[in-house]
């Protein structure tokens, strides 16, 4: 069956750390993977999209890496800080008679100061 | 500011009950959407319009219809509400034919109770 799993325990890190993010799937062929932002009360913030030839994208504190071959996508934050402390989201769009997206769950971070 | 306004925030309706969600964007996307988030579950797609004048289901539809009025608003009518359809519904917005696609846009939500 197809799936999209990210990580259902939340994250806690301290302020300052590098945290990172699992998006894995399985029987599907993704051309891009999303991630997304979403506040407590709020609808997603898109914040990066990555190609499915391309290894890793970078945006300020952010990085996201797409490994094709294990499938699986990898979100950093470097140097994180609490107001960090949200839910992201991934979604891969799949070419399915036009592109279909379909989105994660996600997995909520904590950052204390 | 430009985005995507979602109409009302809050909502509690009885089983059998009727009621619309509005959208409006004002971006001058294309494509509009409604998913619904349930916890521990990804947004699901209920409808979408590629474009104005045009409707498609999405993933789960079954209970709701939607109008795409014009360009900008997109709404979304649950005829006889169940309490299956608790849920905080999102509407979205997305311009279409760029690769790569550029995300979405989506409004804040509607949460709605059926009780």
């Known amino acids: 069956s197809q799936k999209i799993e990210q990580n259902s325990e939340a994250l806690n890190i301290q302020e300052g750390k590098t945290a990172t993010l699992t998006c894995n799937y399985t029987?599907?062929?993704?051309?891009?993977l999303q991630w997304y932002r979403q506040d407590p009360g709020r609808g997603p913030v898109f914040l990066l999209l990555?190609?499915?030839?391309?290894k890793e994208k970078r945006k300020e504190r952010l990085k996201v890496t797409f490994d094709t071959t294990l499938k699986q996508s990898l979100f950093h934050i470097t140097a994180s800080q609490p107001a960090d402390s949200a839910t992201y989201l991934c979604?891969?769009?799949?070419?399915?008679?036009?592109?279909?997206?379909?989105f994660g769950a996600g997995t909520r971070l904590f950052v204390k100061a | 500011n430009a985005g995507v306004t979602q109409t009302p925030k809050f909502q509690v309706l009885k089983t059998g009950q009727s009621m619309t969600l509005q959208c409006a964007q004002d971006?001058?996307?294309?494509?509009m959407y409604w998913y619904r988030q349930d916890p521990g579950m990804g947004l699901r797609l209920i409808y979408y319009?590629?474009?104005?004048?045009?409707?498609d289901k999405g993933e789960v539809p079954n209970g709701y219809n939607v109008s795409r009025l014009n360009k900008r608003e997109f709404s979304l009518r649950l005829e006889s509400a169940a309490p299956s359809q608790t849920s905080v519904y999102f509407c979205?917005?997305?311009?279409?034919?760029?690769?790569?696609?550029?995300?979405?846009?989506f409004g804040s939500g509607t949460r709605l109770t059926v009780v």
């Open positions: 979205a917005s997305s311009e279409v034919g760029l690769f790569p696609p550029p995300g979405y846009t």
């Open positions: 971006m001058n996307h294309n494509s």
């Open positions: 319009s590629a474009s104005e004048g045009t409707t």
């Open positions: 990555i190609r499915e030839n391309e």
């Open positions: 029987n599907y062929s993704p051309a891009y």
């Open positions: 979604a891969l769009d799949v070419l399915s008679g036009g592109f279909k997206t379909i």
